[in-house]
Nanobody
Framework: QVQLVESGGGLVQPGGSLRLSCATSGSIRNIDTMGWYRQAPGKQRELVATIRSGAIITYADSVKGRFTISRDGSKNTVNLQMNSLKLEDTAVYYC?????????????WGQGTQVTVSS
């Protein structure tokens, strides 16, 4: 059974940094995209950053220049370095993996990790 295990969330002051990590357990083959999404209270889940085919990176405009996504292909892990955190970055962050299974793209989600930015 495939599982995504997130770590690294927590409480940080504005301007601080956190690093999120997501490790995959079980066998996931044919990974197309790995990435991070977030959901703040009362809001829809939104894309934060994704990395596709190991090289094509997309960031939400709100995090460009502050967040960096990276992937360790050999370990099927994806990390999110978050710097210069703002109050509005407070949300539950979810790891996401899209993999091709018999030609169909399947979404896998982690359980979420809380990031709280507060003074």
């Amino acid at each position: 059974q495939v599982q995504l295990v997130e770590s690294g969330g927590g409480l940080v002051q504005p301007g601080g940094s956190l690093r999120l990590s997501c490790a995959t357990s079980g066998s996931i083959r044919n990974i197309d995209t790995m990435g991070w999404y977030r959901q703040a209270p009362g809001k829809q889940r939104e894309l934060v950053a994704t990395i596709r085919s190991g090289a094509i990176i997309t960031y939400a405009d709100s995090v460009k220049g502050r967040f960096t996504i990276s992937r360790d292909g050999s370990k099927n892990t994806v990390n999110l370095q978050m710097n210069s955190l703002k109050l509005e970055d407070t949300a539950v962050y979810y790891c996401n993996v899209k993999a091709s299974v018999i030609g169909v793209l399947i979404n896998y989600w982690g359980q979420g990790t809380q990031v709280t930015v507060s003074s």
